[in-house]
């Protein structure tokens, strides 16, 4: 997601980096890039125009720190001005203990509205409220029931009734009624109509069940890769039914992110939550500034923690400490960690979240880490117990069978094997740090090239492109090779 953004402000940070100080002329020049950007997102042209010039009044006022430079300066007042743009933002559905809480689900067709509600659903379930779900959307004859698979998924009751003898007033206010009944329930959550676009009757409809329900919390779907459009049926809403909330779908899709960054200027609703996966438990609070951070490629190392505490089982975490200390870290050990690792979603989306690793997939672009660790996993899995216990044993032959088994190449065997000596005496050295701390550790050999993937990929395919890694390698040579000419020519002397 926000690719295009990020890409305009690198640019525009790296021109403002060669410049002793920020001035109008390089400030201007700067801007320029970061605005065509902004709008190649679909960002509202007001938003993106009302951004620059707060940026710009900043950058150039007397506020300035002299310790910084230009660009560290730029960065900073950036990423503040894009924290106020989205932000603030309450994530709390304020939910009561005693009584019924009721909240109103609204939303164009298309949106992601009913999978939402269910998402909403498990949320509520896993803080400890027993949720139902009403299917009040009567307009698309596949609601109902993708409502009522949703809910056996979760565990979670579905009030429905037949369309063609209710209607969407009368299906809420039964739902009520249902949920009252049966005692237990303390969310209600109405799935409501949607429409192919804002209309009067939509809009009639939904206002007579705020009038009669009067619930607690009304928050509307917005598809984010609809940009500007998203934007102008969430005024429209807004102005309709006084939103609480926006929850952002298919964020995850959306590599231009308008949509994030126009909502709350325009409409003043701030965006509760995000979508960012078609599973069930793939919404996440929205965080103004975590996400100005991935915008601006400083990586987001808090929601990634988060990831890690519920990707990661803490039993076996412990046990594989353990290990580590004692010098036992196993190749099977090694495939369990890439196991929960993948659980924390996409490779590519963690790698981003690591801060100094967001453009590495920018500058090698042929990076496949999904099928590159399906590689080692391959690989591993042909080897015997025995081999994945004690490495060392793997000789040419065996090297080539494993290799056979897993459909890969012996030197891509070879390779895993030296990645994992170098992998096993460091991770015995983080054994004892905190989760934060190994953060730090890993981003610092990811930089210093030990786990740069894209070093790791060209090696495996034999690839003669020269990266990070390569570079530092060619260069460090070169160093060497001068020192050793300098000491003959005083040897020859």
């Known amino acids: 997601m926000f690719e295009g953004i990020t890409t305009g402000l690198k640019s525009a940070v790296s021109l403002l980096g060669r410049g002793g100080k920020l001035t109008e002329a390089n400030i201007r020049d700067g801007l320029a890039q970061v605005k065509q950007s902004l709008l190649e997102a679909d960002v509202h042209y007001d938003v993106a125009t009302a951004f620059i010039q ?8 007397e506020q300035l720190l002299k310790s910084l430079r230009p660009d560290q300066q730029f960065v900073g007042i ?6 106020n743009l989205m932000g603030p933002t309450d994530h709390s559905l304020h939910l009561r203990r005693d009584g019924l809480n009721i909240i109103m689900m609204c939303g164009l067709q298309g949106s992601g509205k009913t999978t939402t509600c269910g998402k909403l659903a498990r949320m509520v379930k896993e803080a400890g409220f027993s949720p139902m779900l009403v299917a009040a959307d009567l307009q698309r004859p596949a609601a109902i029931e993708q409502l009522k698979v949703i809910g056996q998924q979760l565990g979670v009751p579905v009030y429905s009734e037949d369309p063609a003898k209710s209607n969407p007033l009368l299906v809420c206010q039964n739902g009520r009624k249902a949920a009252q009944a049966a005692g237990n329930i303390k969310v209600l959550i109405l799935d409501t109509a949607g429409r192919l676009h804002v209309d009067l009757a939509l809009m009639t409809e939904l206002e007579q069940i705020d009038r009669k329900l009067q619930p607690d919390q009304i928050l509307l779907v917005c598809d984010s890769m609809t940009g500007q459009d998203a934007v102008t049926s969430a005024k429209a809403f807004n102005d309709a039914l006084e939103v609480d909330g926006v929850v952002l779908t298919k964020l ?6 308008g949509a994030a960054l126009s909502i709350k200027e325009v409409t003043g609703v701030p965006i509760k939550y995000i979508g960012v996966g078609e599973q069930l438990d ?3 609070p929205f965080h103004p500034d975590r996400m100005a951070g991935r915008i601006l490629g400083m990586g987001d190392v808090v929601t990634l923690f988060e990831k890690a505490q519920e ?4 039993d076996e975490v412990e046990k594989q400490q353990q290990k580590m200390l004692q010098g036992k870290f196993t190749l099977d050990d090694f495939r369990n960690q890439m196991k929960q690792i993948r659980r924390m979603g996409p490779l590519k989306d963690i790698i981003k979240m690591i801060p100094g ?3 590495l997939f920018e500058s090698n672009p042929d990076i496949d880490a999904e099928s590159d660790m399906g590689r080692i996993e ?7 117990g025995e081999e994945r216990t004690n490495p060392d044993r793997i000789d040419r032959s065996r090297r080539h069978r494993i290799a056979r088994g897993s459909g890969t190449e012996p030197a891509d065997v070879n390779r895993l094997l030296k990645d994992f000596e170098g992998m096993s005496s460091m991770m015995k050295n983080m054994a004892g740090l905190g989760m934060m701390d190994r953060m730090r550790a890993v981003n610092q050999l990811a930089k210093g090239g030990m786990l740069d993937p ?3 990929l060209r090696a495996m395919k034999g690839s003669t492109k020269s990266g990070p890694v390569d570079a530092k390698a060619a260069a460090e040579k070169k160093k060497k090779s001068r020192k050793d000419a300098k000491k003959q020519k005083k040897k020859n002397r």
């Not at 707060?54 to 006022?61: E, I, K, M, N």
């Open 282 to 284: 793939k919404l996440e």
């Open 454 to 456: 894209g070093a790791n």
């Open 78 to 83: 950036v990423h503040q001005e894009l924290v």
């Open 378 to 384: 391959a690989i591993i899995g042909s080897m015997t």
């Open 54 to 61: 707060r940026v710009s009044s900043q950058a150039l006022g």
């Open 252 to 257: 995850d899709g959306d590599t231009r992110g």
């Open 311 to 314: 990707a990661f089982d803490a």
């Open 357 to 359: 690793l967001g453009g």
